[in-house]
T-cell receptor
Framework: DVKVTQSSRYLVKRTGEKVFLECVQDMDHENMFWYRQDPGLGLRLIYFSYDVKMKEKGDIPEGYSVSREKKERFSLILESASTNQTSMYLC???????????FGNGTRLTVT | QQQVKQSPQSLIVQKGGISIINCAYENTAFDYFPWYQQFPGKGPALLIAIRPDVSEKKEGRFTISFNKSAKQFSLHIMDSQPGDSATYFCAASMLGFNKFYFGSGTKLNVKP
């Protein structure tokens, strides 16, 4: 069974902290994505990566960065967490263009 | 500006009834339209998808209807069951691109 695993289910951080959200996939996906999910706004793309060490900005990259040093791991970094980054964060993988997205179960981040 | 508009935001249907969720888009370059289903505590999972060369696709109780001229597509769930209670997202993407645009989601509650 295919799997995208997000290391934390819940996280609580303080304003100004540097936050790392980790995502690992075992499907040999070329492409990996970070979305945030907010009520009434659906899923919004933060960053995506189509290869190791490659990254592209999505629709809402401000305040975030990413790292992809290995094919199976894609990390989302909040350089200085703010309360408006309190959200559900979803990692996804896809094998190629227009292939279905396989999502992890999400990390619910609360910034206080 | 949301590329894909989804309605309704929430839907209550009696068991055995038909659930209908609608989506509309503006970008005529979109050529892949998936629907994702999300249960509480889980990431979204692909339910069914359609390309614009067909007007309808059916998989079991789930049907996508696609109207290219109106730039609209909808999900129909026949004989709705309590186990269908979930949040549903429509999405759209363009051939050759890895970027999916999601609707805002519909929370479906099927009452026994």
């Amino acid at each position: 069974d295919v799997k995208v695993t997000q290391s934390s289910r819940y996280l609580v951080k303080r304003t100004g902290e540097k936050v790392f959200l980790e995502c690992v996939q075992d499907m040999d996906h070329e492409n990996m994505f970070w979305y945030r999910q907010d009520p009434g706004l659906g899923l919004r793309l933060i960053y995506f990566s189509y290869d190791v060490k490659m990254k592209e900005k999505g629709d809402i990259p401000e305040g975030y960065s990413v790292s992809r040093e290995k094919k199976e791991r894609f990390s989302l970094i909040l350089e200085s967490a703010s309360t408006n980054q309190t959200s559900m964060y979803l990692c996804a993988g896809a094998s190629s263009y227009n292939s279905p997205l396989h999502f992890g179960n999400g990390t619910r981040l609360t910034v206080t | 500006q949301q590329q894909v508009k989804q309605s309704p935001q929430s839907l209550i249907v009696q068991k055995g009834g038909i659930s209908i969720i609608n989506c509309a888009y503006e970008n005529t370059a979109f050529d892949y339209f998936p629907w994702y289903q999300q249960f509480p505590g889980k990431g979204p999972a692909l339910l069914i998808a359609i390309r614009p060369d067909v007007s309808e696709k059916k998989e079991g109780r789930f049907t996508i209807s696609f109207n290219k001229s109106a730039k609209q597509f909808s999900l129909h769930i026949m004989d709705s069951q309590p186990g269908d209670s979930a949040t549903y997202f429509c999405a759209a993407s363009m051939l050759g691109f890895n970027k999916f645009y999601f609707g805002s989601g519909t929370k479906l509650n099927v009452k026994p």
